[in-house]
């Protein structure tokens, strides 16, 4: 049986599932709904994924007993609670779902991380820095067939601009090209670049949904036409491929590799500064090759995967079967999962999530992380869970994770 939005309660369990990336799809589009339908409900949404707000949760946690607070806020917020002498009664009124959502969702979000992790060290509540960095948000550059550009943090709905003939509307929180149109020959395209510290979801011309990860990007055409449906893509971009047996779908990515596929759900990691470029099949086929005249014969003719492969490109192809999907696909469910990752690349995840420089004093740890924790907390809450494992992390001068043992 499906619970009415104006319940504070459903609302703030539907919040605690967005801090954990936890929320199914339907409860997306619900809890979506709920934020849009007025100004309080988004300055509520607002202040949840706030990271000063998410920070003074974090740092309350130890000081909480789970079954103290709820009690404390069952008394404080049930419909017959009485006023607590000396408090705001008006914006406890303005803010029921904050209420709700602020006793419950952090604890539950934060605890999410914890107790997965190894007990802390004697003394470790002492190394929490002193600053913080949001998380990174929705949002991304799209630059125009004329050059011009359009930020894409904060739009209304509505048209975004007009292509050769196709609209460009921005509908909550992603882009979407309506049916293809053309004015003159010429082609027209776009780029959607995310920089560090945001990830962006565009719906293509032909309806192909994608993902776009930090520091990403995607160039393709306002209208498909000719025998293959084309686009150009760096970083890392998860895509679900619009069936279209007539007009193939191929992905190019650095390094002249080319990805063929008919429709299909799969994930490409392309990052200028991995040791390798992975393509990960979920659903349906797809045919990976080299453009080079040097590579081998087999890379050349393509090789095929299916669900479940991952295919590693450094100095020779590797597949790997039974890859990790839920770890690959983390990024895109709103997640961090560090578990059984060395040290380095989850360094290079941080960075380019909290948009900061990792710097190593002395040798690099050689250590891996364990558990999972909301990409929405921010660095001063992830590094209090890091920290655990052994290795030290502080924020300095602003924009620099630095790393000691």
Known sequence: MDEPTSNAFYIAALLSKHLKGTLTPEEAVKLHAWVADN??????????????????????????????????????????????????????????????????????????WFQSQRPAPAGFAGNAPVTDIAPGKNGAILKLADGSRIALDSLQNGVVATQNGTRILFDNGRLVYGPGGKENNEVAYNIITTPNGRQFRVSLPDGTQVWLNAASSI?????????????????????????????????????????????????????????????????????????????????????????????????????????????????????????????KYAMKQIARWYDVEIVYKGAVPDIKFYGKISRNISLAGLIKGLNSTGVHLNIEEGKRLVVTQ
Do not use: C
């Open 39 to 112: 100004k309080q409900h988004q300055q509520v949404w607002e202040e949840i994924n706030d990271a000063a707000v998410q920070q003074a949760a974090v740092k309350l946690i130890a000081q909480y007993n789970e079954n103290e607070a709820l009690a404390q806020f069952l008394a404080r917020y049930s419909p017959n609670a009485q006023p607590i002498p000396g408090e705001r009664v008006h914006f406890l009124q303005r803010w029921r779902w904050a209420a709700a959502a602020a006793a419950i969702i952090f604890m539950a979000g934060t605890f999410y």
């Open 219 to 343: 160039r393709y055409p306002t209208v498909f036409e000719g025998k293959h449906r084309n686009v150009e893509i760096t970083g890392e971009v998860y895509f679900e491929v619009a069936q279209n047996a007539q007009m193939p779908f191929q992905v190019t990515v650095p390094d002249n590799v080319r990805i063929e596929v008919l429709g299909t759900h799969f994930n490409v990691n392309a990052y200028a500064n991995e040791e390798s470029q992975h393509t990960t099949l979920l659903e349906g086929a797809v045919k990976v090759l080299s453009l080079k005249p040097q590579a081998s014969d087999l890379y050349r003719k393509g090789i095929v995967l299916r669900p479940g492969q991952q295919l590693q490109l450094s100095e020779t192809p590797r597949v790997i079967s039974n890859a990790d999907i839920d770890k690959i696909m983390a990024w895109k469910n709103g997640l961090f999962d560090f578990d059984g990752m060395d040290l």
